[in-house]
Each structure stands twice: as structure tokens, then as C-alpha cells.
């Protein structure tokens, strides 16, 4: 990989205030791109109102089930004066941080190794929004 691509932005519209928007296949094919044979590819959001996950890619229950949860978890509607954030979006702040920014997924042989059933999202949870998430590649030392 050396004298290769280190970095790579994707830009992503999400379509509503919630939602999970897959990258997998724009990871992976950013991989392919960057030469990356061996390392891994850290996936990371620089936004405090989306995270990134990784979870299951088959099934889009447990898609509306993960955002149920978090809304469960951390309801939009609270009680008046529940959050102090004036923008209105706290629940969304509270739940980025509670999934996270990015993820670091393994590379070998050129491919991200994920589960059968795994793939990596953008969890948006303030949008409708224009994202960026940021692809850094990190190979093995020679």
C-alpha cells in the first residue's frame, strides 16, 4: 500500500430523521481503491448527532429494532425541560454517544472480515442531513 491512497470521504444524504444507511459495499469498495490487502479500515463519523455500527445487514427488523430501541432508550419526546440543549436534538447527541463514532474492521486478503450477517452502517439520528464519514486505511507493516 505504500505511495497509496491513506484516506477517503464518503459523502452520504440521509433521507430521514432516523435511520440506518448501509456503507459495506462503499467501505469495501474504498478498500479495493486504496490497495489495502492486509490491516483494517477505520469507519468513523465526525458528527455528533450519527454514529456508526455494525450489525446485522439481512434482516431490516433489527434495523427498526435498533432505532426502536435507542428511542426507547432515550426518548425525542421527553418531558418539557428534560434535556438543557437548546437545539432541540439532545436525545439524538445522547444517542450517537451511546453507539459511537466509528468502528475498525479487519482486513485480509483485500476483504473486510465481517460476519455472514454483518455490515457497517451510519446511524442517522438528526437528519435529514448531508454526512461525511471519514475511511482511514491502515495496513500491517511489511
Known amino acids: 500500500m505504500e505511495g497509496a491512497m491513506r484516506s477517503q470521504t464518503l459523502e452520504i444524504a440521509t433521507r430521514a430523521r ?19 490487502a492486509a490491516g483494517a479500515v477505520l469507519v468513523y463519523s ?3 448527532t450519527a454514529g456508526v455500527t455494525i450489525q446485522e445487514n439481512a434482516d431490516p427488523d433489527v434495523r427498526r429494532d435498533l432505532l ?5 432508550a432515550v426518548p425525542d419526546a421527553a418531558p418539557r425541560g428534560a434535556y438543557r440543549h437548546g437545539e432541540g436534538n439532545s436525545p439524538a447527541h445522547v ?3 451511546l453507539l ?3 468502528q475498525l474492521v479487519p482486513v485480509e486478503g ?17 437528519g435529514p ?12 507493516a511489511p
Open 100 to 102: 459511537g463514532a466509528s
Open 18 to 36: 432516523c435511520e440506518l444507511v448501509e456503507l459495506t459495499g462503499q467501505v469495501r469498495a474504498a478498500v479495493a481503491r486504496a490497495g489495502l
Open 95 to 97: 444517542k450517537t454517544a
Open 110 to 126: 483485500g476483504e473486510l472480515q465481517l460476519g455472514t450477517w454483518q455490515g457497517v452502517f451510519l446511524v442517522e439520528l438528526d
Open 129 to 140: 442531513r448531508r454526512r461525511q464519514v471519514l475511511l482511514r486505511f491502515l495496513a500491517d
Open 68 to 72: 426502536l430501541a435507542l428511542e426507547n
Open 46 to 48: 465526525p458528527h455528533t
